[in-house]
């Protein structure tokens, strides 16, 4: 089984500052790692993925995930945030083989203050 | 640009009633997906649909809950009675083939209520 834990509820930033949202998980199988965005009164959407290759992956509204297996974090950074960032986001697993069970963390409410 | 669609948005019911979701999914997306998310937490899978056949179905409340796909396309699911712990979010998602590495896309949710 797996677990994902989001070591902070919330993160109150202001704008064009940087942030990272902290994800650790525990799997004894290789896992696929994502994030997810959920904007207000909107649905999950899939921010970027890490399945293979380089560590570092992107999104292409500027943000970044790094894959630490050795840590088994997978922290999500942006260097400078915008209003618009304003969300809850998502870190997810799922089991390599067979099919996709995402198995989510609790969820960090990013907001950015002005 | 396609999209998961879910009705209703809202939903109240008396504990005890039965209330029933309603989700089409991406057209061509063969998975379809389950989820219910509590205030504060992660969203959880209930069940996963491989076209019409369940794939998983082992975290869903089977005393209550029902979920059918019957033509392989749109999913209804089903709680009867409902109870006031059932309060939650039901999100439903679809993908391609259902694998690991395919995305799922989700819809707004149903956001159910109940007194």
């Known amino acids: 089984a797996q677990s994902v834990t989001q070591l902070d509820s919330q993160v109150p930033v202001f704008e064009e500052a940087p942030v990272e949202l902290r994800c650790n998980y525990s799997s004894s199988v290789s896992v696929y790692l994502f994030w997810y965005v959920q904007y207000p009164n909107q649905g999950l959407q899939l921010l970027l993925k890490y399945l293979s290759g380089s560590t570092l992956v992107e999104s292409i509204n500027g943000f970044e995930a790094e894959f630490n297996k050795s840590q088994t974090s997978f922290h999500l950074r942006k260097p400078s945030v915008h209003i618009s960032d304003t969300a809850e986001y998502f870190c997810?697993?799922?089991?390599?083989?067979?099919?996709?069970?995402?198995?989510f963390g609790q969820g960090t409410r990013l907001t950015i203050n002005p | 640009e396609a999209e998961v669609a879910q009705s209703p948005r809202y939903k109240i019911t008396e504990k005890s009633q039965a209330v029933a979701f309603w989700c089409d999914p991406i057209?061509?997306?063969?998975?379809l997906y389950w989820y219910r998310q509590i205030l504060g937490q992660g969203p959880e899978l209930l069940v996963q649909?491989?076209?019409?056949?369940?794939?998983?179905d082992s975290q869903l409340p089977k005393d209550r809950f029902s979920a059918e796909r019957l033509k392989g396309v749109d999913s209804t699911l089903k709680i009867q009675p409902a109870e006031l712990g059932d309060s939650a979010m039901y999100l439903c998602?679809?993908?391609?083939?259902?694998?690991?590495?395919?995305?799922?896309?989700f819809g707004q949710g149903t956001r159910l209520t109940v007194v």
């Open positions: 998602a679809s993908s391609l083939e259902g694998t690991a590495d395919t995305e799922a896309f």
């Open positions: 057209s061509g997306h063969a998975t």
């Open positions: 997810a697993v799922s089991e390599i083989q067979g099919a996709q069970k995402l198995v």
């Open positions: 649909f491989q076209d019409e056949s369940v794939v998983d």
